[in-house]
């Protein structure tokens, strides 16, 4: 018993260890595998060290039923008084545009996870409350085959 309970603490360890960079990630899943483009979600998340630079990554996982090679993402990035810091439409391949071919990793079949960079090095004024919200931008109200999407923060790696 405290052999296993041990082994449990050791790989749990190990494994939050592996992504030390991490400050925030979460995701939104969509109701019958489908955004709607009245579902903007968003994603808070607190700053606290403003003399380290950030990562900002939109994570999507999709199915082959979404219709379309690309998808198109509007994010907005706003400060704890709703000042927005950030605002830019971003297009993703999801597909390969001459083969059709899925992109991605996939762990279940036909559903692939993406994770596409938003911002780089980013440094914020302030330490707070931030948020991200995210907005399909597609000539569709209704987007098949989208089940989740996501933000993550990170914190950016210095060069070696």
Known sequence: MIKT?????????????CDSNRIYETNHDFEGQTWKINEMP????RIDDTRKKYN???NIRNSIEYPYSRIFITYRLQDSTNYELQSKLS??????????????????GDIYDHRFPIL???????PGK?????????????????????????????PQ
Not at 120 to 126: L, P
Request: charged share 20%; with cysteine; net charge negative.
């Open 5 to 17: 309970l041990l082994s449990l603490f050791l790989v749990s360890g190990l494994l939050s260890s």
């Open 42 to 45: 968003e994603f808070e998340f």
């Open 56 to 58: 900002l990554y939109c």
């Open 91 to 108: 297009t993703q391949d999801l597909f390969d545009t001459k083969t059709g071919s899925p992109l991605g990793s996939s762990g279940l």
């Open 120 to 126: 780089s090095n980013y440094e914020f004024k302030m």
């Open 130 to 158: 931030y948020t991200i919200q995210l907005e399909q931008f597609s000539r569709q109200d209704t987007l098949k085959g989208v089940l989740a999407v996501g933000v993550r923060v990170e914190t950016a790696e210095l």
